[in-house]
């Protein structure tokens, strides 16, 4: 049996930590700043955690498990 290739969009979206958890970054920091509060950008500067229903698609999709 062949290795699991993995899919480069989503290798540019997600990352797994040490625990298996997957991080990724927000959307909605492109443009249309002045739009948006600033404490609703500065929660966006921070990582966030996958839910656990999407987390095993998205290691299948990086080639892990």
Do not use: C, D, Q, W
């Amino acid at each position: 049996m062949g290795k699991i290739k993995t899919h480069s969009a989503t290798a540019k979206r997600f990352t797994l930590t040490k625990s298996g958890k997957v991080k990724l970054s927000h959307s909605n920091r492109r443009h249309k700043l002045g739009l948006k509060t600033t404490k609703r950008k500065r929660a966006l500067r921070k990582a966030g955690i996958l839910s656990e229903s999407f987390a095993p698609a998205v290691k299948t999709l990086l080639g892990k498990k």
